[in-house]
Structure formats: C-alpha cells, structure tokens
C-alpha cells in the first residue's frame, strides 16, 4: 500500500511538471523532533490553487494532525505514524473533492499517419493524480505540435492536416512525462 502512495504521489508531481511549475513548486517533507513529519505541497498554478482546507487532530503526543492551506501551499505536520494519512487525505479526499473544473492543464495526445509519433496539445481537467479529462482539443497549429527528435520531422505543414488521433472530448486518459527534443511533455497514454 505505501509503494502504492509513494507512486501516486510521483505521478500527481509528475502530471504538473511542465518546463515550467518544478523550477519554482515541488512537494517537500521533512521531520519535527516532536517527533514528527512536516509536509509541504505547493498548489500555485494547479486545479488546487485556491484550495481551501482545515483538518485537526489532536489525541495526544502519539496521535495528531494538523493540515492548513495557507499562500497556495499545503501545509501538514504530524505524529510519526501519519505520513501516509496525510498523503491518503490529499489524494483521496483533496483532489477528487476540490480541485478546480475550471482549471485546465496542457496535455498531448499522440496523432497517427506520420512515420514518427507526432503529439498535438489539448486542454484536460484533473480527476485523480494522474487521470485525466479531454475538456478540448485546440484547432491544430503546426508549431505547436511536439515529437521526441526534431530529425523525425519529415512532413509538412499540409501533411499534418492528414494526420489523425483516435481521443476525443470527454476521453478519461492516463498521463505520464516524456521526453520530446525541447523538453520533458505531459502526454496522454495509449
């Protein structure tokens, strides 16, 4: 179960790396000499950004919890033996009940019909750490297309209109990082 949530939270930090969100938010933990865990999860500029949320427990020295948001951050600090509950919140309760619907994250959804994978953007919403929802698929723009080694590109602008994809609006899509010749791209998985 606790590989299981380590995995799950990789795949939430994951699905929000974007060239851009990791230079400046990430997840931290560390320890109290309480003893305790301390956990930080940044929330700017993902669906939880106004993420409001409060939860106290407190049974004594071996038996608490403490869970704020506060400046788009996360804030949890616990006993020794609930670093995994407060992952369980986040990733149970947190994202499937208060993550924005309005809040959209770029994804790419690969094309058929070049001789190479071609990926083309669209527009998702979270539904769990790592699934997805095709919310809408742009009208096509050549540059704005993505493929893992620029010397794959061996067709035109014109070629690309050819070129289809089997996801649609409304599609529930796995996500995973690739890497692709201008950097590390959140793409749907087949």
């Not at 600090?77 to 499937?96: A, G, H, Q, R, Y």
Request: aromatic share 10%; hydrophobic share 40%.
């Amino acid at each position: 179960m606790q590989d299981n949530l380590l995995a799950r939270i990789q795949n939430w930090y994951k699905s929000h790396c974007n060239g851009d969100w990791e230079h400046r938010y990430g997840i931290s933990i560390g320890n109290l000499d309480n003893p305790g865990w301390t956990i930080k999860i940044d929330l700017a500029e993902t669906s939880l950004e106004n993420l409001k949320f409060e939860r106290t427990i407190d049974n004594g020295t071996l038996d608490w919890l403490f869970i704020k948001t506060k400046d788009n951050v996360l804030e949890a600090s616990c006993d020794p033996n609930k670093l995994t509950t407060v992952f369980e919140i986040f990733l149970d309760e947190i994202i499937p009940n208060y993550a924005d619907e309005n809040f959209r994250y770029n994804i790419f959804i690969v094309m058929k019909g070049a001789s190479a994978n071609v990926w083309r953007p669209a527009k998702a919403k979270m539904l769990t750490e790592d699934t997805m929802e095709i919310v809408e698929i742009p009208a096509l723009k050549y540059e704005n297309i993505k493929i893992k080694n620029i010397k794959d590109i061996n067709f035109s602008q014109e070629d690309i209109t050819t070129f289809t994809t089997r996801y649609s609006v409304g599609d529930k899509v796995k996500t995973e990082l690739v890497e692709m010749f201008d950097g590390v791209t959140l793409v749907a998985t087949e």
